[in-house]
């Protein structure tokens, strides 16, 4: 089955910037829809934003205007550049996809914000 793996994660300062990578086993394009989730402790997961196969952008209100989800469709790769980082913003990253019925997800990679 296809699998999805993150990287990019790490301790940065506020104000500071990380770029997240998702990439897939295989063809980016056999999902319908990508996205990706955030998990602080004690809290439930989140959508952070998502991305369809068009290449049309969503982003929750916390990270638009910080955050921007893209794709590299030849690397089979998902991205998540950010920007401008909070403490609020530290969390377990997830990638996702759907493909058909089924929700593929990542293993997760910790980001962290020190202020």
């Known amino acids: 089955q296809v699998q999805l793996v993150e990287s990019g994660g790490g301790l940065v300062q506020a104000g500071g910037s990380l770029r997240l990578s998702c990439t897939a086993s295989?063809?980016?394009?056999?999902?319908?829809?990508m996205g990706w989730y955030r998990q602080a402790p004690g809290k439930q997961r989140e959508l952070v934003a998502f991305?369809?196969?068009?290449?049309?952008?969503t982003y929750v209100d916390a990270v638009k205007g910080r955050f921007t989800i893209s794709t590299d469709n030849a690397e089979n790769t998902l991205y998540l550049q950010m920007t401008s980082l909070k403490p609020e913003d530290t969390a377990v990253y997830y990638c996702?996809?759907?493909?058909?019925?089924?929700?593929?997800w990542g293993q997760g990679t910790q980001v962290t914000v020190s202020s």
């Open positions: 295989g063809s980016i394009f056999s999902f319908n829809v």
């Open positions: 991305i369809s196969r068009g290449g049309a952008t």
């Open positions: 996702k996809g759907v493909v058909g019925g089924s929700h593929v």
